[in-house]
């Protein structure tokens, strides 16, 4: 889940490493081949113990091999090495979900790789995911797959946002879509909890509670809702944000709207 409305992080130049004994790569020449169908990894990526293990669709999935800690804008973001056994899980998960994006999705986006990590935490509070790490997306792999793949697509959108016009925030546009008064909260920090991401029937214009959260939110929870196929409320505003989340991807690659289910969502 994105945890600020408008900030786009960059790796800092400090790490902690706590543990020992790193993992070996399980595939030969991953590090070579992080950048043959895809993005460049951050140059600092192997400071913290960031291992390129496999690829899927052009993006480095990366294990953290020991304990790092990341100086970041908005506070120290920790983590540690998952258990190979949920490693290799996600990384399955992974590859069947990145695979629905047409080829070249991920450069246009700026996604280079996402890192699989465990007990993940900004300033010590557990957080699922983090976006637009210098080109990575960090993810905690301790959560039930309907949640994982729905935070993985929800993630992906915060890439693309950010790739439509540089900013995920303010966005007079998608606000306009709301009914008059509609108001959001405090951003994404404040309603982290799974619960958040269900669906609701009781939020006019909303997928789920954590939509409410921010404009930011709103569009990446509504473009998830839509590729991993949840229904959608039978609500005139959620209709219309389908249809501008369908025009924006469409900018980026015209291809998408039809593999990741807009075509048929948007009508």
């Given at each position: 889940?994105?945890?600020?409305?408008?900030?786009?992080?960059?790796?800092g130049?400090?790490?902690?490493?706590?543990?020992?004994?790193?993992?070996?790569?399980r595939?030969?020449?991953?590090?070579?081949?992080?950048?043959?169908d895809?993005?460049?990894?951050?140059?600092?990526?192997?400071?913290?113990?960031?291992?390129?293990?496999?690829?899927?669709?052009?993006?480095?999935?990366?294990?953290?091999?020991?304990?790092?800690t990341?100086?970041?804008?908005?506070?120290?973001?920790?983590?540690?090495?998952?258990?190979?056994?949920?490693?290799?899980t996600?990384?399955?998960?992974?590859?069947?979900?990145?695979?629905r994006?047409?080829?070249?999705?991920f450069?246009?986006?700026?996604?280079?790789?996402?890192?699989?990590?465990d007990?993940?935490?900004?300033?010590?509070?557990?957080?699922?995911?983090?976006?637009?790490?210098?080109?990575?997306?960090?993810?905690?792999?301790?959560?039930?797959?309907?949640?994982?793949?729905?935070?993985?697509?929800?993630?992906?959108?915060h890439?693309?946002?950010?790739?439509?016009?540089?900013?995920?925030?303010?966005?007079?546009?998608?606000?306009?879509?709301?009914?008059?008064?509609?108001?959001?909260?405090?951003?994404?920090?404040?309603?982290?909890?799974?619960?958040?991401?269900?669906?609701?029937?009781?939020?006019?214009?909303?997928?789920?509670?954590?939509?409410?959260?921010?404009?930011?939110?709103?569009?990446?929870?509504?473009?998830?809702?839509?590729?991993?196929?949840?229904k959608?409320?039978?609500?005139e505003?959620?209709?219309?944000?389908?249809?501008?989340?369908r025009?924006r991807?469409?900018?980026?690659?015209?291809e998408?709207?039809s593999?990741?289910?807009?075509?048929?969502?948007?009508?």
């Amino acid at each position: 889940m994105r945890p600020s409305p408008v900030a786009i992080f960059v790796i800092g130049a400090v790490v902690t490493a706590a543990a020992v004994g790193v993992s070996a790569k399980r595939a030969a020449g991953a590090s070579d081949a992080a950048v043959e169908d895809g993005l460049p990894l951050p140059v600092d990526a192997p400071v913290y113990g960031f291992s390129p293990v496999a690829r899927a669709n052009g993006v480095a999935l990366l294990e953290a091999t020991r304990d790092f800690t990341m100086a970041l804008p908005n506070g120290p973001v920790k983590g540690s090495a998952p258990a190979p056994v949920r490693a290799q899980t996600v990384e399955r998960i992974l590859q069947r979900e990145l695979s629905r994006y047409p080829h070249g999705y991920f450069t246009k986006v700026n996604l280079a790789g996402v890192v699989l990590a465990d007990d993940l935490v900004e300033n010590e509070a557990p957080i699922p995911s983090l976006p637009n790490v210098a080109r990575l997306l960090l993810l905690d792999v301790h959560a039930a797959e309907l949640d994982l793949v729905r935070a993985i697509h929800h993630e992906v959108w915060h890439f693309t946002d950010l790739a439509d016009d540089g900013m995920l925030a303010p966005d007079p546009a998608w606000r306009a879509l709301n009914a008059p008064g509609t108001l959001y909260g405090s951003g994404g920090r404040s309603l982290r909890s799974t619960w958040a991401a269900r669906p609701s029937e009781d939020l006019p214009g909303f997928v789920s509670p954590y939509a409410t959260a921010g404009e930011e939110e709103d569009k990446a929870e509504t473009f998830a809702f839509v590729v991993t196929g949840r229904k959608l409320p039978n609500d005139e505003v959620v209709r219309a944000k389908v249809r501008e989340l369908r025009r924006r991807l469409a900018t980026i690659d015209d291809e998408a709207p039809s593999k990741l289910g807009f075509d048929h969502a948007s009508r």
